[in-house]
């Protein structure tokens, strides 16, 4: 079989996802890294290295849905309401981008091992650069690089899972530095505390939404309303 070349700049990767989001919110951005240039890699190589993206990409979700969780809790105790409804918020999120890797995976065939989180729940200040850490990663690396990889193996179920959980990521991140930048500031109270989350995409709102999802499309009313922790 013929290796399919996959040669990306920095220019081209930057150009490509720019234009996919930039109508979505004025807090999302461009790929703020560059990413490597990838190998050549074939078809089929392609196509395992997205199964195993998947699964990866699956516990990363399970993992973050289940900690920001925990880390809500925590906020709440500590007295932080706005950033305890930041995290359930993004729990939600996550939780949907989890399910939806989780549907690419059984639509190819996969088993899907039933994951068990694991991580630490430390002040809101260091869980919310912890989570910033997270969401950076998410959206500068690694969706980026998987979603590369799985345009390479011609897999449009997992590019489209990807690419809504990228987008999504990209406003948790700058929701996260805000909490943290309010926080330090002690102006948290200040913060939103009414989210909307998309059934579809997980594309995360605060306090207002416009009539459909901004990545998926899905009708506003269909959108999950957050107004407590519960």
């Given at each position: 079989?013929?290796?399919?070349?996959?040669?990306?700049?920095?220019?081209?990767?930057?150009?490509?996802?720019?234009n996919?989001?930039?109508?979505?919110?004025?807090?999302?951005?461009?790929l703020?890294?560059p990413?490597?240039?990838v190998?050549e890699?074939?078809?089929?190589?392609?196509?395992?290295?997205?199964?195993?993206?998947?699964?990866?990409?699956?516990?990363?979700?399970?993992?973050?849905?289940?900690?920001?969780?925990?880390?809500?809790?925590?906020?709440?105790?500590?007295?932080?309401?706005?950033?305890?409804?930041?995290?359930?918020?993004?729990?939600?999120?996550?939780?949907?981008?989890?399910?939806?890797?989780?549907?690419?995976?059984?639509?190819?065939?996969?088993?899907?091992?039933?994951?068990?989180?694991e991580f630490?729940?430390?002040?809101?200040?260091?869980?919310?650069?912890?989570?910033?850490?997270?969401?950076?990663?998410?959206?500068?690396?690694?969706?980026?690089?998987?979603?590369?990889?799985?345009?390479?193996a011609?897999?449009e179920?997992?590019?489209?899972?990807?690419?809504?959980a990228?987008?999504?990521?990209?406003k948790?991140?700058?929701?996260y530095?805000e909490?943290?930048?309010?926080?330090?500031d002690?102006?948290?109270?200040?913060?939103?505390?009414?989210?909307?989350?998309?059934?579809?995409?997980?594309?995360?709102?605060?306090?207002?939404?416009?009539?459909?999802?901004?990545?998926?499309?899905?009708?506003?009313?269909?959108?999950?309303?957050?107004?407590?922790?519960?």
């Open positions: 079989m013929k290796k399919l070349v996959i040669m990306l700049t920095t220019v081209v990767i930057t150009g490509v996802l720019f996919s989001c930039k109508n979505e919110s004025n807090k999302e951005s461009a703020q890294k990413m490597a240039q190998a890699m074939s078809v089929v190589d392609a196509t395992s290295s997205t199964i195993n993206n998947m699964q990866a990409a699956f516990k990363g979700e399970t993992t973050a849905s289940a900690k920001y969780e925990a880390y809500s809790k925590k906020a709440e105790e500590e007295g932080h309401h706005e950033i305890a409804m930041l995290f359930h918020a993004a729990s939600t999120a996550e939780n949907i981008h989890a399910n939806n890797h989780k549907v690419v995976l059984e639509e190819a065939g996969q088993t899907v091992p039933e994951i068990t989180p630490t729940v430390k002040s809101t200040k260091e869980n919310l650069e912890d989570a910033v850490t997270g969401e950076s990663y998410e959206s500068n690396t690694m969706y980026p690089g998987f979603m590369v990889i799985a345009k390479a011609k897999n179920m997992a590019g489209m899972s990807l690419n809504y990228y987008r999504t990521e990209l948790h991140l700058e929701m530095k909490a943290l930048a309010a926080l330090i002690n102006n948290d109270t200040s913060l939103p505390s009414v989210y909307y989350v998309c059934p579809t995409c997980g594309n995360t709102y605060q306090t207002t939404t416009p009539k459909r999802c901004g990545i998926s499309m899905t009708s506003a009313e269909k959108f999950i309303k957050i107004t407590s922790l519960s």
